[in-house]
């Protein structure tokens, strides 16, 4: 008796353990007057779409989206926004690779536009902070610091 008591017990915290893991699934964004939502339904034309892993029916860990017009992220999910290391590719041509958080650009990364100048360094709520802008042959444009811009 004292063993398969123990055997239930077991069973039955393996499968609390296992619900509680993430799954891949795909999930497409609603936009609603609230906010957005993500469902399980949607269409490639009208909504984002999210492929990877997700928890209590939101992306986390590791994931892509792709907006209908063609801009995608590809890298770490938290709570549904972009947390973490990730690349977004804008429509243009233009992309931003490096630190996230709470679905914006926050940390080190690297900002490259369609004319090949670059911006590297720190980012604060989506904005330059502490970096610098070079040209596409590597001379310096611009600096920031704390989120002002000094010429060079």
């Not at 609603?32 to 399980?40: C, I, V």
């Amino acid at each position: 008796m004292k063993h398969l008591i123990i055997l239930i017990s077991l069973l039955l915290l393996s499968s609390l353990l296992t619900s509680c893991e993430k799954k891949e699934e795909t999930l497409y964004k609603w936009e609603t007057s609230s906010g957005h939502k993500w469902l399980g339904f949607g269409e490639k034309d009208t909504n984002p779409k999210y492929q990877g892993q997700v928890k209590e029916g939101k992306p986390n860990g590791l994931g892509y989206l792709i907006h209908p017009k063609g801009s995608k992220y590809v890298g770490e999910w938290k709570n549904g926004k972009n947390n973490g290391q990730g690349r977004f590719t804008y429509t243009d041509g233009r992309w931003y690779k490096g630190e996230w958080k709470d679905g914006k650009k926050n940390g080190q990364g690297r900002f490259t536009y369609t004319d090949g100048r670059w911006y590297k360094g720190e980012w604060k709520n989506d904005k330059p902070w502490n970096g610098t802008l070079y040209y596409i042959n590597g001379k310096i444009e611009y600096k920031w610091v704390k989120g002002k811009v000094k010429e060079q």
